[in-house]
């Protein structure tokens, strides 16, 4: 089983509307949660870390549920310049070590 | 002031060539990271370096070694190059080993790999 999953996608939504993504996590003792986003043929750059009692940064939400080992975010107001793929990543410490793992992505797109 | 950076951005190559990427951060952290994004996307993490000691070493083939001079560079070298390496790798930094929120790890802007 992967350590993180989530719907691939593609997601295509108009300008305005609000969008949101989810995934799940395998390790329950996972101990740091994220959403990176990456763009066409880039690198993947933090958009916002995911706390135990849900954050907000502007147009985006992110929730966190231990119990169901569930991370969602949720984008408002969708505008162009979101279209990207948006990674969950979850922290967790194996073989001595702390991990990032990655989902595979959910990609949106903005339509005008 | 680009702070993970990569070299090349692309790299063509023929099957059983040895190659390198370099790669250096100039962010002053203390661990940087290979990952490698395969033709699905996925991203899965190949090494960790801090303070010069491998600490991760995941079910990677022993074609690829690090090489870290120093603490702003990791490179990857590849022995016998293989259809199967043709990904995108990146490089990564981060301040820290610790899983909290604030190691947030910077990404280089990868590198293209194909192997004809």
């Known amino acids: 089983r992967k350590e993180v999953e989530q719907d691939p996608g593609p997601f295509n939504v108009p300008e305005g509307a609000t969008v949101a993504f989810n995934c799940t996590y395998s390790?329950?003792?996972?101990?740091?949660f994220f959403w990176y986003r990456q763009d066409c043929r880039k690198e993947p750059k933090l958009l916002m870390s995911v706390y135990s009692s849900g954050n907000e940064d502007g147009r985006f939400t992110a929730q966190l549920n231990r119990a169901s080992q569930y991370i969602s975010l949720l984008i408002r107001d969708s505008k162009l310049s979101d279209s990207a793929t948006y990674l969950c990543v979850v922290n967790s410490y194996q073989t001595g070590a702390n991990n990032l793992f990655f989902g595979t992505g959910t990609r949106l797109t903005v339509i005008p | 002031d680009t702070a993970v950076s990569q070299t090349p951005k692309y790299l063509v190559t023929q099957m059983g060539n040895d190659k390198s990427i370099k790669c250096e951060q100039n962010l002053g952290h203390d661990t940087m990271y290979w990952y490698k994004q395969d033709s699905k996307k996925f991203l899965k993490i190949m090494f960790s370096?801090?303070?010069?000691?491998?600490?991760i070493n995941e079910t990677v083939p022993n074609r690829f070694s690090p090489k870290s001079p120093d603490k702003a560079h990791l490179n990857l070298h590849i022995n016998s190059l293989e259809l199967g390496d043709s990904a995108v790798y990146f490089c990564?930094?981060?301040?820290?080993?610790?899983?909290?929120?604030?190691?947030?790890?910077?990404f280089g802007p990868g590198t293209r790999l194909t192997v004809l």
């Open positions: 390790n329950s003792a996972s101990q740091s």
């Open positions: 990564a930094s981060s301040q820290g080993l610790a899983g909290g929120f604030e190691n947030e790890q910077f």
């Open positions: 370096y801090n303070n010069k000691e491998l600490i």
